[in-house]
């Protein structure tokens, strides 16, 4: 009744646009989450198809999946540093590029790497400002030890990740700055880098340069990256498709929904479809409120969507229908005074395919 529509069209054009504004940087296709919410099987499949030869995951599970996928000549970089063994196991044994952001983590590949006789290449992750992993730029010591003291590992890359390429341009360069000073310091140390990487998709639609050797790509090939540029080729990629499973007639007066948040003003013609927050329907966090003023900027937005009073919409017939009420559960209803429509008929809903749950089958079109 219900699945994720993905159109391939769309997908590989903005396949083609990141592969274009990357110029000469190596593509990493960042498919953590589900590949986006796009799957993972076809969806790596598709970017393989279209050129992709460099995959990133946060998931030692999904690394090895895609390993198991059988694909000539491809890289996949494990973007989170480890110092768990079991997985550590895993991954070498699949010759995964790791993450090194710490010296137990070098310690534990170092050690499994030799026990296996086998080769390890390793990315060192800096931390400058992120915060979840990597070696501080000032620990100096610490970053130039993985180069040197572990001999069964080989440093391949070295890499940071932004915290605010989507909003901020001074903290953004802060970073970079922090970053390509320590990369110059190991240079003029004799030390071999290998590639060097930090662009997101913010960052390479955003700020276009400096790129590095490879940029690390994932909400871009969806379309859906926050504060999309104006001259931002990118199409929005996939929709949820239901179908209507009740069609009703309600008189004015009538409320719909939990807490009887909406009233009819007038008689109206009502759709129901069986998809809701279970689903993923609608869970998209879209305000940040940690910081007071983020708190006070999220409290005036709400004002303003009450007093425009800005709707939610599904599309029936191509037309779109305003979802009335709270979203339940598992059923959205929807206004569908003017529209000719049935029971059956199909109902879309534009979506950011990583909020919808896994249960949802992904089609390709
Ligand atoms: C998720 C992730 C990316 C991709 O970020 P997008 O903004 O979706 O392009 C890149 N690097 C790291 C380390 C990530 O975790």
């Known amino acids: 009744m219900t699945s994720f529509i993905i159109e391939r069209d769309k997908l590989l054009s903005n396949t083609k646009e990141i592969i274009s504004r990357a110029g000469e940087a190596k593509v990493f296709a960042?498919?953590?989450?589900?590949?986006?919410?796009?799957?993972?099987?076809?969806?790596?499949?598709?970017?393989?198809?279209?050129?992709?030869?460099?995959?990133?995951?946060?998931?030692?599970?999904?690394?090895?999946?895609?390993?198991?996928?059988?694909?000539?000549?491809?890289?996949?970089?494990?973007?989170?540093?480890?110092?768990?063994?079991?997985?550590?196991?895993?991954?070498?044994?699949?010759?995964?590029?790791?993450?090194?952001?710490?010296?137990?983590?070098?310690?534990?590949?170092?050690?499994?790497?030799?026990?296996?006789?086998?080769?390890?290449?390793?990315?060192?992750?800096?931390?400058?400002?992120?915060?979840?992993?990597?070696?501080?730029?000032?620990?100096?010591?610490?970053?130039?030890?993985?180069?040197?003291?572990?001999?069964?590992?080989?440093?391949?890359?070295?890499?940071?990740?932004?915290?605010?390429?989507?909003?901020?341009?001074?903290?953004?360069?802060?970073?970079?700055?922090?970053?390509?000073?320590l990369q110059n310091r190991l240079i003029s140390d004799g030390f071999d880098t290998g590639i060097v990487h930090f662009s997101n998709s913010a960052y390479l639609f955003g700020f276009k340069s400096p790129l590095g050797d490879a940029v690390r790509i994932g909400s871009a090939f969806t379309g859906r990256i926050a504060n999309k540029p104006a001259d931002c080729k990118l199409l929005r990629v996939g929709y949820l498709k239901s179908r209507i499973c009740e069609i009703q007639t309600l008189p004015r007066g009538s409320t719909i929904g939990y807490g009887s948040a909406y009233t009819t003003k007038k008689e109206i013609k009502t759709a129901v479809v069986p998809v809701g927050y279970a689903d993923g329907f609608n869970t998209e966090k879209v305000h940040d409120t940690y910081r007071f003023r983020d708190g006070i900027m999220y409290a005036l937005s709400e004002i303003k969507r009450m007093l425009t009073k800005k709707a939610y919409y599904g599309k029936v017939a191509g037309k779109s229908c305003k979802i009335l009420g709270h979203i339940g559960m598992t059923h959205t209803v929807l206004d569908v005074s003017d529209v000719p429509c049935n029971v059956g008929d199909e109902v879309s809903f534009d979506v950011n395919p990583i909020y919808i749950s896994a249960n949802i089958p992904r089609e390709y079109i």
């Not at 030869?53 to 000549?73: C, E, P, Q, W």
């Open 30 to 181: 960042v498919v953590k989450g589900n590949g986006y919410g796009f799957g993972t099987d076809e969806y790596i499949k598709l970017l393989y198809e279209s050129g992709i030869r460099h995959f990133a995951v946060t998931d030692s599970d999904d690394a090895v999946k895609i390993r198991g996928m059988n694909l000539s000549d491809i890289d996949v970089l494990m973007l989170r540093s480890t110092s768990v063994a079991e997985e550590v196991e895993k991954l070498i044994e699949n010759d995964i590029i790791l993450t090194i952001g710490s010296l137990s983590a070098a310690e534990i590949a170092n050690d499994i790497s030799s026990k296996k006789e086998k080769s390890c290449r390793v990315h060192i992750k800096i931390n400058t400002g992120m915060g979840r992993y990597g070696f501080l730029p000032d620990d100096y010591d610490g970053i130039c030890s993985v180069f040197k003291d572990f001999s069964s590992i080989e440093v391949c890359g070295l890499f940071t990740h932004f915290s605010c390429a989507f909003k901020s341009e001074s903290v953004t360069k802060k970073q970079l700055d922090a970053f390509l000073k």
